[in-house]
């Protein structure tokens, strides 16, 4: 267990829909990444947020926005889907934003769009 | 090309065989992670190489930062090391690129 938490594990849900998932990190640790794993594309970063500001941007698609909250749990936002958003989505967290910092993965919530 | 490139892509060893999975990168960088994904999805981090080597019990991992290149080694490989690996680079703008994964499945 990493420490790390999301919710839902699942989600099915419809095109043109949207959703929210959820990441608390690991007590202590400031910075939160989110990353979507598809079959046909692998892993791929989306965004990071540190102690609440974004500090880096990926691949993340404009439909597709996060924050993170005060208490450093974090949210990312899928809206208008379409089925391709078909994926697991892992959020993990490390102490400070540092590349130099191990990362802690949750668990992933797998989304599935119909 | 990618900018990740892990070989092999899939490895099939017997219990006890050295293993050697490579990463090589074209973008200069910060960092560079090993992880691990089990059969069910987890995703462990196994390794955080900005050079040199390391090692952490059967597992060692080494990064030349000049020809741009890590290597992952198992020793004395167990079916239970049966596992994804994936390599991921941090960049100078501290965005994470991965590698597609080596697929390693060791036999009894």
């Known amino acids: 267990d990493s420490g790390v938490t999301q919710t839902p594990k699942h989600l099915i849900t419809a095109t043109g829909q949207r959703v929210t998932l959820r990441c608390s990190p690991r007590?202590?640790?400031?910075?939160v990444y989110w990353y979507q794993q598809s079959l046909d594309q692998g892993l791929q970063f989306l965004i990071q947020?540190?102690?609440?500001?974004?500090?880096a941007k990926g691949n993340i698609l404009e439909r597709f926005s996060a924050q993170q909250f005060p208490d450093l749990h974090s949210e990312l936002n899928l809206s208008s889907l379409e089925l391709g958003d078909s994926a697991l989505y892992f959020c993990?967290?490390?102490?400070?934003?540092?590349?130099?910092?191990?990362?802690?993965f949750g668990p992933g919530t797998r989304l599935t769009v119909l | 090309k990618n900018e990740v490139e892990q070989s092999p892509q899939n490895l099939t060893a017997q219990e006890g065989e050295f293993i050697t999975i490579n990463c090589s990168y074209s973008?200069?960088?910060?960092?560079l992670h090993w992880l691990q994904q089990h059969p069910g999805g987890g995703i462990v981090s196994l390794f955080m190489?900005?050079?040199g080597k390391k090692k952490h019990g059967r597992l060692i991992a080494t990064i030349n930062i000049q020809e741009k290149h890590s290597s992952l080694h198992i020793t004395a490989s167990h079916p239970r090391d049966s596992a994804v690996y994936i390599c991921?680079?941090?960049?100078?703008?501290?965005?994470?690129?991965f590698g597609k994964g080596t697929r390693l499945h060791i036999l009894p």
């Open positions: 993990a967290s490390s102490v400070v934003a540092s590349p130099y910092n191990e990362q802690f």
């Open positions: 007590s202590g640790d400031l910075s």
């Open positions: 947020y540190y102690n609440g500001e974004e500090r």
């Open positions: 973008v200069g960088i910060s960092a």
């Open positions: 190489l900005s050079s």
């Open positions: 991921a680079v941090m960049n100078r703008d501290d965005k994470i690129i």
